[in-house]
């Protein structure tokens, strides 16, 4: 294998960083031509599967740029079961695709560990993956990362904008920072209109950028599933690309609108200042960022409170931030920002 | 939202490409949070997910050059639904990533052109996807792909290297070519060191190098799992990374080896004439490209006509090409190249 080594591409870094992933999961079946997932099905009537793909954006560029890539394999994880959670689904089982111009053994092992701990958090498996190693195909020290997470739900108990009703409350869960949304808008403002380093402070912030920025988005997986299984929510709009606009608007059927009030939450400081740096408009800043809210969950009144007191004590902080009235699907947000 | 279309996301374009997809597929599901896949399970006593994913490696590079993006998208579903079909299982559904600096609409819609494409000729459902546009993450005209099956079996069907027996015939399928594996040494030979443009056409060949290096990858599922699910088959090894040796390898047990006569079948003549142009050892040929086969099935002895015949009738062109014997995993490769 002497001419592909030359070529670029080392075979043999790829089977060593599977033992290394075998290491990490307990999972001896990976490395097989595809991994495996017994199904259970006693509980379920009408079983459907929910599966999701996604990635990290550009946030991708900071954690390599910070030499931080445990972090973004969170991120993977997150965006893809959040996403499963959002239909009403048990996030089953993941995998990862990561693409490397030049596979480094120790980076890919540090996204990996990520990955492996965002998986677990979420109740899930690690199924399998690719890594693929691409001279040419990406600069040096890049990479690209793809998740795939599978779930399964009852037909009945699947969360579609149909389920959601006139008078609910909207719960607004706390976002654990950016997430994974906007970082080509982030690192314009920060990094090439301002030039600020990952090591500075920004106002109102607790830690420095390098910090700020890779916080991990959040998996509300084990707080949040527990209610779906049990009735609790109407409708879950997880709050990524397209910020809270978009993705509220896609929990409401024709005939309904939201209403949401800024002043119910205290918008993160890293985005007030991002607004600041960049001029954000209004429009700029609701479509493009959570605004602090992960999760945004349609709920009956009458269960509001008990809802929002399961989610705490599973240790969410919950806002009410909203209701759902009629109206032709818009979001108005209320308040200034 | 200008702010963001001017960090270089234009989220409208994304918008547009997912309209152009569910005209493709006829689904208008597409975009929503995951996409969902209702199971039938009437016919299974111990359902097995199984689930894979591929990229197509620095073929799409050749793909960017030659300006020809649809096949690539059949790759990345081959890549995936073969590994399926290798295990024993029956591709459900396909999910993709498409990673891009700049999201070219027209390309990316070819490139989805061919995973419909790709998905259909598997019997399969488009179930969702992602486009992600990464400013500064790929250079200009660059992407990668991921893509992501998943299939079902029931766990007594399910193919593994234990189901190999001594004395089983190996039966070789025609590859279309070099299918999606060892491109990068591909490139570096053809284009690196000796300076091939796209236009030639190497001696043996049919076609140019642009068509001739992007014959899409078969994909097997419509002959070979029918033949899986009637039980005709031990085991089914996908010809990719690694060559016929590793993954032949793949379906032995312990105890077992594999002996393989070049003899049987034709190794295409474009890898003949990468072999003499790069100097090649027999090891890195036999290592790195699948020499004309693209599936190796074993078969019971009293099988292998039957099984033979209902491949040919089903399109495959199919060769007698080796042996199980008592060894210790080799994967003995007799003949000269």
């Known amino acids: 294998m002497d001419a592909y080594k030359k070529a670029g591409v080392d075979i043999t870094a ?3 960083l599977v033992d290394a992933l075998k290491e990490l999961t307990q999972n001896d079946a990976l490395g097989s031509f595809g991994g495996m997932f017994p199904l259970e099905l006693g509980t379920y009537d009408e079983p459907v599967l929910v599966a999701g793909t996604d990635g990290v954006g550009t946030k991708l560029l900071v954690a390599a740029q910070a030499k931080q ?4 394999g969170v991120d993977l994880v997150a965006m893809c079961v959040n996403d499963i959670l959002a239909q009403g689904a048990k996030p089953l089982f993941f995998l990862d695709y990561l693409g490397t111009g030049h596979l480094e053994e120790k980076k890919a092992t540090e996204i990996l560990r990520g990955i492996v701990a ?3 958090e979420a109740g899930a498996v690690l199924l399998g993956g690719e890594t693929a190693e691409m001279p040419d195909m990406y600069e040096h020290g890049r990479y690209d990362l793809a998740g795939f997470a599978v ?5 009945k108990k699947l969360l579609t904008a149909q389920n959601t009703k006139e008078g609910d409350v909207l719960l607004g869960l706390a976002a654990n920072g950016l997430h994974s949304n906007g970082f080509s808008l982030v690192r314009d403002i920060l990094f090439k209109q301002n030039g600020f380093s990952l090591d500075e402070v920004l106002p109102g912030c607790q830690t420095d950028l390098r910090h700020e920025l890779l916080k991990p ?3 509300y997986v084990k707080s949040v599933y527990p ?3 049990a009735g609790l929510v109407h409708a879950i709009a997880h709050i990524t690309g397209g910020g809270l606009v978009e993705n509220v608007a896609r929990i ?3 005939g309904l609108a939201a209403e949401i009030d800024l002043a119910a939450w205290q918008v993160p400081a890293i985005m007030q200042d991002l607004q600041k740096l960049g001029q954000l408009s209004f429009a700029d800043m609701t479509q493009t960022f959570n605004l602090g809210l992960g999760l945004v969950v349609a709920v009956d009144p009458s269960m509001a409170a008990e ?7 599973a240790g969410e902080r919950v806002y009410q931030v909203g209701r759902v009235m009629p109206g032709s699907k818009q979001v108005k947000i209320r308040g200034e920002l």
């Open 151 to 155: 779930g399964i739900a009852d037909k």
């Open 217 to 219: 988005t959040r998996i």
């Open 252 to 254: 409401l059927p024709d």
């Open 118 to 120: 965002g998986v677990k």
């Open 227 to 229: 209610l779906v299984e």
């Open 307 to 313: 809802v929002k007191g399961q989610l705490e004590q």
């Open 69 to 72: 890539n445990a972090q973004v």
């Open 14 to 16: 790829g089977y060593r």
